[in-house]
């Protein structure tokens, strides 16, 4: 008897691989397609995230926090039951637009995220908080995640807001800038 359930379980763990594989392969494509069609956002030219930080445009955002330097609102397509997103009022197209001059921004950004998870009953070491990491990104103005619950995440969402090579959590990206020339 022990013997006839192992091989199918090996099956299982074998095709759990493989789905996680072409699962993934599938998130990076489709993010990166993301990217490539809102790419005009960059040098200057029009940013939608800059108009919503600003209120320059359409009605006026729903944002959840507002401070000098930054402003936290929903994420329009959330992950997961809570799920915001933190951005600079000054444009920078992503992490890699930053350098060690930048460290107290994005520790601030992250201070306030964590702030406001906790003004929402959410743990922020519970949370999942980080940046996406260029050519993944879906809009080039630099945007802090924050999301609670991880459990309710898709499968997807879990690949794309891993640590790897295209997500950064925000301790690893503060570690990172620290590590940069000014
Ligand atoms: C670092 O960022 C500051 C502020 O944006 C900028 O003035 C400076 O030139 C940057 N340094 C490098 C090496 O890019
Ligand atoms: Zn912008
Ligand atoms: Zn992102």
């Known amino acids: 008897m022990p013997n006839q359930s192992k091989s199918p379980m090996k099956r299982k763990a074998k095709m759990y691989i493989a789905g996680l594989a072409g699962l ?83 520790r601030r950004m992250e201070q306030g995220m964590m702030e406001f998870l906790r003004s929402k009953d959410v743990d922020p070491k519970e949370a999942i908080v980080g940046f996406h990491l260029p050519p993944f990104i879906s809009v080039r103005h630099l945007h802090l995640h924050g999301i609670y619950p991880p459990a309710d995440m898709s499968f997807g969402n879990r690949i794309s807001f891993m640590p790897s090579f295209w997500f950064k959590k925000s301790n690893d990206a503060i570690l990172d800038l620290e590590g940069r020339d000014l």
């Open 24 to 106: 993934g392969l599938i998130v990076l494509v489709s993010i990166y397609n993301c990217t490539s069609s809102e790419s005009r956002q960059a040098n200057g030219q029009k940013c939608f995230f800059c108009d919503f930080a600003h209120r320059r445009q359409g009605p006026p955002p729903v944002l959840e926090v507002e401070t000098a330097e930054y402003v936290i609102f929903k994420d329009k397509y959330p992950a997961a039951k809570h799920h915001y997103l933190a951005i600079p009022k000054e444009h920078f197209d992503s992490l890699k637009a930053l350098n060690k001059s930048h460290v107290g921004l994005v």
